[in-house]
């Protein structure tokens, strides 16, 4: 069986090889200047360095941390308030149009007012990805609830359930494809907004590690950063999306 | 009603070949004759290769055993020799009723005039006068498939190939669909292959029956429904339910190896 | 008449909240809760952009950043149409960009701004570049699938009448996985906007993120909101005109949906 499986992801994935071969080949051999892309080789060098060092480390956590803090809050907040909206008519007019309103603003918008706010640190991250990411969230969750097969919920009321034991047994769980989805929208943007925000206005992060080292022409090493950052977003959605897939199949 | 066949399939096979899963052999040595002018129905169990076989004749499959002729050339893909009608409609749902009639005629390249002409004849021909600029989306079941005749029929092809087109409609409807078709074949006597698996559909409509065997799809046996079908109540008659009586009873044994075949 | 009262009423209570919002803003910034430096009130805001407007560089920074953001996403929207068609009918290019989209979609390509610079320089290329690397994955994206799920059953009718390749893909393909496509192109736009202001707040110059960076670091907060404010406005029209322009093109579609509402 896993011998078949090799082959197949060696095939999908060949692409992205041959595109490696073909940086190192293209930046050897000079034909392209080596200064604006160093060869692949020497780029692992540098992270692996970077790695020794500790510098993409602590920069790292720093990053995951604040990317981190801001999305659980905006999936805690973002996620009550669409089953909220979902559930009570009142609620879903007032803040449906608001919704509405901001959902098309780019929320690259917020870093200036977020700085402002609180400055180069932590803080003003996590503020800026709690605040971007809890539309999505927010959207997410509402659809889900709504899809809320009324017949389940029917079913949940006259067997003696009361209104939040029937949320968390009826409307939760058939929500969750949805609030899911969503969430996994606002994972990606969280990644969008940290590097943003860090590549303008930080003093430690993967983002500004990038415009450290690009300043300094260190560009092995800025190069080693960015395809981190790179991968690291790539990575969290597809751990995302295995976990998803078990809770769900654990579900039915 | 005889005369020089418009259609020979001999001998062919053909495989059913999923991206994922074993090579399934859907049709096994068919052969049929298929006369000028005649209404034949392919009638079978579900998966016993019916729609294989019409869409092998049209050209959207390609012949890998055996021989189709059509006229006597083999056939080589689809054309507009042969139109076709699908169950589920086929209807372009960005182009209005008008425009997906004229689709044909427009590749056939016809002078402008003459292809409105014809587009619009056919659209009063199966009803829809008045709903020309509808979108399908609009339509009913019904109206739908009366498009799909008509934009069929507008680029006179020379036979039609009809796959369960009334399968997806209400009984009612079918049934009205169902005198409507043989008044309009009644009229242009085209060729006519209709595949269903409605053996009361299938008497009524044709002149011959073929019966298939379940897969791998072969066929059995062909019986002759040539009656007088003018009388409206020729359902009830006793020439009609004996038929369908001798039809149903060579169906059923089919019908009975598929569900045995099939993987529950 | 009765539908047009409903109407206007519909309306009505949906800017309610908003106008409510703005209200809240309005008396919470001068309630002295919070400084004026930390919340301005929405009239100074107001007044700020006012005085952009006909004193300032509003309109030029509009235009700018309109510019970039618009040409980067008709960029991507040519070539992630073009590149979808091509994944979805060829073999061989599916195969070759397969793992570079499905790598590439999740990855923050924000992060790629820096190495675009080293090699685009620091003027508009680089930006409308990065908005077509952040916005033409959800446009090939879409029209694969789009593509993909147009039924067979209708490119045998239009080969059946007589169609040939070429008409088969502009006459048939492209308009049946339209509402796909369409579907894509609403997801690129934001994407193409955010981009795009972010480029600018880390190059600076002119355009509404480099002029929101500028006032962000004279911590001339009005500047600031006035500029949330300016970009908000101009999201929320782009993406009304887009709706508007799905509604128009799919029309044929839509009629399907109206009735079901009733």
Known sequence: MTNALVPKALIRYAPLLILAAAWEAASRLHLVSSLALPPLSDVAQAWVELVQSGELVTNGLSSLYRAGAGLALAIVVGGALGIFMASSRGVNAMLGPLVELFYPMPKSALIPVTVLWLGFGDGSKILLIFLGCMLPVTIGAYNGARGSDRHLVWSARSMGADRLRMMWDVVVPSALPELLNGVRTALALSFILLVSSELIVARQGFGYLIGYLGSNGSYEAMFAVVLTVAFTGFLADRVYQSVVARVLRWQE | MSGPAQIVVDGVCHHYRPAVGRTVLALENVSLKVREREFLALLGPSGCGKSTLLYLIGGFLPTETGSILVDGKPVAGPGPDRGIVFQNFALFPWKSVRKNVLYGLERQGLPREEREKRAQAFIDMVGLTGFEESYPSQLSGGMKQRTAIARTLAFDPRMLLMDEPFGALDAQTRSLMQSELLAIWEKTRKTVIFVTHDVHEAVYLAERVAVMSARPGRIKTIVDTRFDKDDPEVHRTKVFIDKVDEVWNLVREEAIKALEKRPS | ?262
């Open chain 3, 1 to 262: 008449m009765h539908r047009m009262a409903s109407g206007a009423f519909w309306s009505a209570a949906r800017l309610a909240p908003i106008v409510a919002l703005l209200a809240g803003w309005e008396i919470f910034a001068r309630s002295g809760a919070v400084t004026p430096f930390m919340l301005p009130a929405f009239s100074a805001v107001v007044e700020r952009i006012y005085d952009d407007a006909f004193g300032g560089e509003l309109f030029i920074n509009i235009g700018v950043t309109l510019y970039r953001a618009l040409a980067g996403f008709a960029i991507a929207a040519v070539g992630g149409v073009v590149l979808g068609t091509a994944m979805a009918r060829n073999a061989v290019a599916r195969w070759f960009f397969d793992p570079i989209i499905s790598v590439g979609f999740p990855m923050p390509k924000i992060a790629f701004l820096p190495v675009v610079i080293l090699w685009l320089g620091l003027y508009d290329v680089s930006k409308i570049s990065m908005v077509v690397l952040d916005a033409i994955f959800p446009v090939v994206t879409a029209t694969i699938a789009g593509i993909a799920s147009v039924e067979k059953e209708l490119l045998w009718s239009a080969r059946n009448m007589g169609a040939r390749d070429r008409e088969l893909l502009w006459q048939i393909l492209l308009p049946a996985a339209l509402p796909q496509i369409l579907t894509g192109l609403q997801v690129a736009l934001p994407i193409a906007l955010i981009v795009v202001v972010v480029t600018e707040m880390q190059m600076g110059g002119y355009g509404l993120g480099g002029a929101m960076m500028q006032a962000s670091r004279f911590a001339n907060s009005r500047g600031v909101f006035a500029g949330i404010v300016e970009i908000a406005i101009i999201g929320y029209v782009l993406v009304a005109l887009m709706a508007m322009l799905r509604r128009r093109l799919l029309r044929w579609h839509q009629e399907a949906q109206a009735v079901t509402e009733v």
